[in-house]
């Protein structure tokens, strides 16, 4: 059929966030808004004439249309092939695997990753390019530039694909093959893993329950926990992926992951010995012990202490890379090996360089976010298979693991307090006010705490040299403690300010505090600097992880 060129406007809003554009379902469903930013894509990135086209989603709300309507799309601009995962379903690092093993020009990632689904609930659209990471900046200015000038589209009028049936079909030019969303995923798993010490492991009588929260991750943690892996069925719970999660908040923390958590932290043993869960498009993990909590700064830290015990790690780390927000137990973990520990920007887009020079193995960020060179995203079931693999190879429970590490480096007590749904204009104002402070609280006492550092983060990327600013103000004292500020950039309604808090204990006689009670001094500290209750009317973070 002929290609159709439409006429169209451009929208004022389609600059991506923290992790590609994110917008409620109602303002993607208006005509145009969609097939605008698709195009913003298509023109922006070259080589798309005769290549392949990576595609899927973590199944929520909306999904299923716009994959019609990028398919459409895809075959007016010159695509020559689109790699689509059945139902429509994809996790992001899923598909950070399928574009690099095919040798695609690049994917598009629906989802709006932890936040609500459903009709009322938010959506997203991420691009990555071939090397399967999230788009750097260069690029997804880019493709915002291109949204402001942008006079047309091109769609083909081409009935809809099926895309419940493996296989190829063709639209006009174009051939579309539905792919299985987890064969090359477990495949690249278990050349990571040693899945027989892992099947060994669950023959022993080793319980642990996976929390899917009706996302994405249901179908690949049945398939590799329960099928290839023999844990007894009924290991993976919420594992049907649902387009509105169940109404749920598809978040893998101490809050939201509910069904998890009253498990894990159940009396005696009833509790299984391990457990976790994974977000709305499975690149989030949270890792439980039996009544243990693991943060995911100390995670990354742990794995990277324990990597060589998984096959695909054997030959070390070269590197350990961090968002700035995170804790600096990576870091302690990185100087007890002898390597370096590299400080980014929040999301994962400023890891792909570190990741393609070869000089970070392990990444990972407090938001529950751990990954490696094997993706270019950070990995949700990736770092639970990593943990059974530490596990079933060292013979220590996840809380002795967790324990060694503060053993050998210290505990950094830490926590991220979130005020949602401020007034735009008042989260702004607050940090505007606490950036202009900075210079005057160097040298001065906080909350007793003598201040050695107060900046706003600015990063210089040492492989390629391009820079970000206005990343997040941080607060160093002298004794080691941190706090940090700064303002969400993946909601969708208001402003998020997240307050990270964080101090070392290196007095092992001091490593079984409550997280709040060790830090409530700080936590006072950081709301007193920058005015939060004052400002905000808020008696306390609306999320605390
Ligand atoms: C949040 C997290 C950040 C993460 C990003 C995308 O961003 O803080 O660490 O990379 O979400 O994760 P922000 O700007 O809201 O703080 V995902 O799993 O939502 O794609
Ligand atoms: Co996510």
Known sequence: SAIRVEPTTPFDDQK??????????????????????????????PGRQGATLVLGGDGRFHNKT?????????????????????????????ASCVIRERGAWGGIILSASHNP??????????????????????????????????????????????????????????????????ADYAALMERLFDFDAIRALFQGGFRMCFDAMHAVTGPYAREILENRLGAPAG????????????????????VHARDLVERLFADGDAAPDMGAASDGDGDRNMILGRRFYVTPSDSLAALTLNATLAPGY???????????????????????????????????????????????????????????????????????????????ASGKSVEDLVRDLWARVGRIYYTRHDYEDLPKRQAETLMNDLRARLPSLFGTKQGGRLVMLADDFAYTDPVD??????????????????????????????????????????????HDMDTQAALADLIATADALAGIQDRTGRGGPTVIT
Not at 339 to 351: D, L, N, R, S
Not at 483 to 493: C, E, K, N, W
């Open 16 to 45: 991506p966030g923290t992790s590609g554009l994110r917008k409620t379902v109602s303002v993607f469903r208006q005509p145009r808004y969609l097939e605008n930013f698709v195009q913003a894509i298509f023109d922006s990135v």
């Open 235 to 254: 290991t993976v719970i919420n594992g049907e992926p649902l387009d509105d999660f169940n109404e749920g908040h598809p978040d893998p923390n101490l």
């Open 117 to 182: 689904g459903g009709p009322d609930g938010d959506f997203g659209i991420k691009f990555n390019p071939s090397n399967g990471g999230p788009a750097p900046e260069r690029i997804t200015d880019a493709i915002y530039a291109r949204t402001r000038e942008i006079g047309e589209y091109c769609i083909l009028d081409t009935p809809e694909v099926d895309l419940s049936a493996l296989g190829e079909q063709t639209v006009d030019d174009m051939v579309v093959e539905v792919i299985d969303p987890v």
């Open 465 to 510: 040299g391009s820079t970000a600013s206005g990343q997040g103000v941080r607060i160093l004292f002298e004794d080691g403690a941190r706090i940090v500020y700064r303002l969400s950039g993946t909601g969708t309604a208001g402003a998020t300010l997240r307050v990270y808090i964080e101090r070392p204990e290196d007095d092992p006689a001091r």
């Open 66 to 94: 716009a994959i019609q309507t990028i398919i459409r799309m895809a075959a007016a601009n010159g695509i020559a092939r689109v790699l689509v995962g059945r139902d429509g379903l994809l996790s992001t690092p899923g």
């Open 314 to 392: 054997a030959r070390g780390v070269a590197g350990v890379a961090r968002s700035m927000p995170t804790s600096r137990a990576p870091d302690r973990a990185a100087a007890l090996l002898g390597i370096p520990c590299f400080e980014t920007p929040t999301g994962w887009k400023f890891f792909g360089t570190l990741l393609d020079a070869g000089k970070a193995t392990l990444c990972g960020e407090e938001s529950f976010g751990t990954g490696s060179d094997h993706v270019r995203e950070k990995d949700g079931l990736w770092a639970v298979l990593f943990w059974l693999n530490i596990v079933a």
